[in-house]
């Protein structure tokens, strides 16, 4: 059963950073895109970042681009979310997807690509 659950959600200030994971069970990452999203009160869920199974070539959304890195440690079959500069606006509750069907060198922004989501973890920016 494939399962993924987030962690590393917290309240941090403005300019700082937090590092969320994204734990996989029930199956080998090693074969599987990832992508995380987030979704803040009062708005439709939307892409952040996801990296490919092969490692190649993560995407991030616009919003985000110089601030959060995507990466994926397989022998821990985990991918992370580095988020620096964190700003008041990345405030929303952030979830891990993954999907078999990608091949290894692809991955995607858009929700109704995924098949498996965790349950997500709160990030709160706020001074």
């Known amino acids: 059963q494939v399962q993924l659950l987030e962690s590393g959600g917290g309240l941090v200030q403005p300019g700082g950073s937090l590092r969320l994971s994204c734990a996989a069970s029930?199956?080998?990452?090693?074969?599987?895109?990832i992508g995380w999203f987030r979704q803040a009160p009062g708005k439709e869920r939307e892409g952040v970042a996801c990296i490919s199974s092969s490692n190649i070539t993560p995407r991030y959304a616009d919003s985000v681009k110089g601030r959060f890195t995507i990466s994926r440690d397989n022998a821990k079959n985990t991918v992370y979310l580095q988020m620096t500069s964190l700003k008041y606006e990345d405030t929303a509750v952030y979830y891990c997807?993954?999907?078999?069907?990608?091949?290894?060198?692809?991955?995607?922004?858009?929700?109704?690509?995924?098949?498996?989501w965790g349950q997500g973890t709160q990030v709160t920016v706020s001074s």
């Open positions: 997807a993954t999907d078999y069907g990608f091949g290894t060198s692809y991955c995607s922004l858009l929700i109704y690509e995924y098949e498996s």
């Open positions: 029930g199956f080998n990452l090693d074969n599987y895109a």
